[in-house]
């Protein structure tokens, strides 16, 4: 039995739309209350690190053990940034 042109336009029309859709469907999701919770996380933690970046920056010293330690911290918190995806600006 051959099926009727209703039945074949109701067929392509899913096939259409279902070539449509998004492949992922969690990409057309909206960001959920969660996620802004983290993402506002990250950007207050990176910026506090930006703020200890310059003061280290800004710190001038003679002593041999102190410019050590600073440098030192300095790696710490670049490592820091780097880990939220942070680069250098300049």
């Known amino acids: 039995m051959s099926r009727g042109w209703e039945s074949k336009s109701?067929?392509?029309a899913q096939?259409?739309?279902q070539s449509s859709a998004p492949s992922n469907p969690s990409?057309?999701?909206p960001p959920t209350?969660?996620?802004?919770?983290e993402e506002?996380?990250?950007?207050r933690k990176?910026?506090?690190l930006e703020l200890q970046r310059e003061r280290i920056l800004s710190e001038r010293?003679?002593?041999?053990?102190?410019?050590?330690?600073l440098t030192n911290a300095l790696a710490d918190i670049e490592?820091?940034?780097a880990e939220l995806g942070w680069s250098i600006h300049l």
């Open 27 to 29: 990409a057309a999701k």
């Open 15 to 17: 096939e259409a739309a």
């Open 46 to 48: 990176r910026q506090a």
């Open 40 to 43: 506002a996380d990250r950007k």
């Open 33 to 37: 209350a969660s996620a802004h919770l």
């Open 79 to 81: 490592e820091k940034l």
């Open 61 to 69: 010293t003679s002593s041999p053990h102190r410019r050590t330690a």
């Open 10 to 12: 109701v067929e392509s």
